[in-house]
């Protein structure tokens, strides 16, 4: 700013003409402030006490206050006060005019709101720059205020938004069957979104597929990879898919889309109460723990996989723990937000004390999940982590019935049909045939209904072709839980060695009076089984190479998958050899025969 000419005071920018109040009880003193203030550009409103300048301050919005501190009726603190009170959120700066010098006055004209002082008698040149100053930090706060403004419109929106992708999200990712009677379930999201994921759907089979994941992360950048995961898993739940088969589409998919650094740590189970069987794939999260009926620890599953979407496809091992589970024994699994919570001295509740609330309730299994939560809740102050408990616990399933095709008697006489399918060697390592095969059955008008059943029988004759006829596996291994592991390692190793031998399914269908006669036929190019039944005549097959059976009976070929499509067959025969399969499924619409009950 230039140097003002000697006798004339310096003039004020235009731009920033003020509204500046000014209450002196004097008179002369209110005149000559006032004349100094007009003269440097701004507008002057008078008050000749603190009642008035507050009145006036309430009335006309000054930008500026001049305040003499000692005036009648009300002095100059009361009223700065109440100006600060009447001025809210804006930014209106009080400067006291005094004649004071006492360093306690001049500290009690700060503290009753002002934000500078003038002492008289007044310099022109002083008065000049406190205002221009004062100005300045008015546009600055108001620039300020502006953004405060502009950032909670932008907020406001982006919770709309977020609220909008939590309901898209939960219809998704939740569109399962998170609601089943065998499953306890606690999900306590650190934010809206979150990296914790749960799945749970039915398979066409009435078993179950769970899925218990944790993105890398929080809030929205860990819950992203939510959604194809979801996709993914309840699209082939639903087409009839096995776990090993799901694992190696969302490890794919993951790996595609997901940028580096981000994975999901997941644990999957099949559960299949029918058989007794539970698949556990660990890959990343804490131990999963298998309780007896009692509560008793029976099993520790810990990770031995990589988590989704770190390793390449062919580096990707699917292969899942394959155990027994008699009814009324459970799973229970959590993510590392449960173990990794800490309470208000900084110490994680940490996996011993989960272990030891677990034991704690030995004898009581059904309060295992309550005591665990109300044990966490105890625990930790405020949580750090998403947290994820998980109880599957192994009993029948109350299927809800399947999505129904509108029968359309039109229809049936154009289903008169008869296909056959040859599966050779580098087709069977490589790929599962039974959602292609249920996918052909479901176009049947009215078969839909009875989808389960179907899926039920094509995948306990194809398994027993696969692993007796073509890879020679014993069933008397199955008879614990080291048999089951020794099992599904010999599986494994002589699927992958697999160079030669196919399977064939033919499908025969013919249409009936408001249904049909369904025959299915598996035969393998193995060479048979020999049959060694206990006294129920109900033992697992027990297959050679070297032996073939004489009888086409049957009745020793069962074991427990074989007993259920006895169950659920109108008619079940083998050839001598038993490498041939016949089955006969008679159904009507709208009847949903469950031949197992």
């Known amino acids: ?141 108001q620039t300020l205020q502006q953004q405060r403004d502009l950032i909670s419109q932008q907020h406001q929106r982006l919770l709309q938004e977020q609220q909008l992708a939590k309901i898209i999200f939960d219809r998704v990712a939740h569109a399962g069957s998170l609601g089943a009677e065998n499953l306890r379930y606690l999900q306590s999201a650190y934010a809206m979104f979150n990296g914790d994921i749960l799945l749970a759907a039915y398979k066409p089979s009435g078993g179950m597929h769970i899925l218990l994941g944790d993105f890398t992360g929080h809030g929205l950048s860990a819950a992203i990879g939510a959604m194809p995961l979801a996709e993914v898993f309840y699209s082939m739940t639903a087409r009839g898919f ?26 999957l189970i099949e559960v299949n109460p029918d058989k007794g069987l539970v698949e556990i794939w660990n890959g990343g999260l804490p131990e999963v723990l298998v309780l007896g009926s009692a509560g008793e620890t029976l099993h520790r599953i810990s990770s031995t996989h990589l988590p989704l979407a770190v390793a390449r496809s062919e580096r990707f091992d699917p292969t899942p723990v394959v155990l027994p589970l008699a009814a009324g024994e459970r799973l229970l699994c959590w993510t590392d937000g449960v173990i990794e919570s800490r309470n208000q001295q900084g110490e994680q509740f940490g996996e011993q004390r989960v272990l030891q609330v677990v034991e704690s309730y030995v004898g009581q299994p059904g309060a295992v999940f309550d005591g665990l939560l109300q044990a966490l809740e105890a625990f930790h102050g405020s949580p ?91 069933s008397s291994l199955k008879a614990d839980y080291l048999g089951f592991t020794r099992y599904y390692q010999q599986r494994n190793e002589r699927l992958n060695a697999l160079r030669d031998g196919w399977i064939s399914v033919s499908l025969d269908h013919q249409p009936g009076n408001a249904g049909g006669l369904l025959s299915i036929e598996v035969e393998d190019s193995g060479s048979g089984f020999t049959r060694i039944p206990d006294a129920s005549g109900f033992t697992g097959a027990h297959w050679h190479a070297d032996e073939r059976g004489a009888s086409g009976s049957g009745d020793g ?40 009950a």
């Open 384 to 474: 750090e982590d998403d947290i994820s408990l998980l109880e599957v616990v192994m009993q029948p399933l109350s299927v809800p019935p399947a999505m129904l095709l509108q029968p359309d008697a039109r229809q049936l006489d154009a289903q008169d049909w008869h296909l056959a399918y040859t599966f050779r060697a580098a087709s069977i390592r490589e790929h599962n045939p039974l959602p292609f095969l249920l996918k052909v059955l479901m176009e049947v008008p009215g078969l839909r209904e009875h989808g389960g059943s179907l899926f039920t029988i094509l995948s306990e004759l194809y398994s027993n072709a696969l692993e007796h006829g073509l890879l020679q596996l014993d």
């Open 242 to 267: 096995n776990l090993r088969d799901i694992l190696v589409e969302l490890n794919s998919k993951l790996s595609r889309i997901l940028p580096v650094g981000i994975f999901c740590c997941a644990v």
């Open 557 to 596: 070929y069962f074991g427990r998958g074989l007993a259920l499509v006895r169950a659920l067959a109108d008619e079940l025969e083998f050839n001598a050899a038993g490498n041939r399969v016949r089955v006969v499924f008679a159904w009507q619409l709208g009847h949903n025969t469950n031949k197992k």
């Open 1 to 141: 700013m230039p140097n003002p000419v000697p006798g004339q005071l310096p003039s004020a920018d235009p731009v920033s003409r003020l509204r500046v109040l000014i209450a002196d009880d004097n008179p002369t003193d209110r005149m000559i402030l006032g004349r100094l203030v007009t003269q440097l550009g701004h507008e002057v409103i008078s008050a000749e006490n603190g009642l008035e300048a507050v009145d006036r301050f309430i009335d006309q919005r000054p930008d500026l206050v001049l305040l003499d501190a000692l005036m009648p009726v009300m002095d100059g603190f009361e009223a700065a006060r109440q100006i600060k009170q009447a001025s809210g959120e804006d930014l209106v700066p009080i400067i006291f005019l005094t004649s004071l010098t006492e360093t306690g006055a001049l500290v009690q004209c700060l503290e009753a709101g002002g934000d500078d002082f003038l002492t008289k008698p007044y310099n022109p040149v002083i008065l000049q720059a406190k205002i221009l100053a004062f100005n300045r930090m008015q546009d600055m706060h």
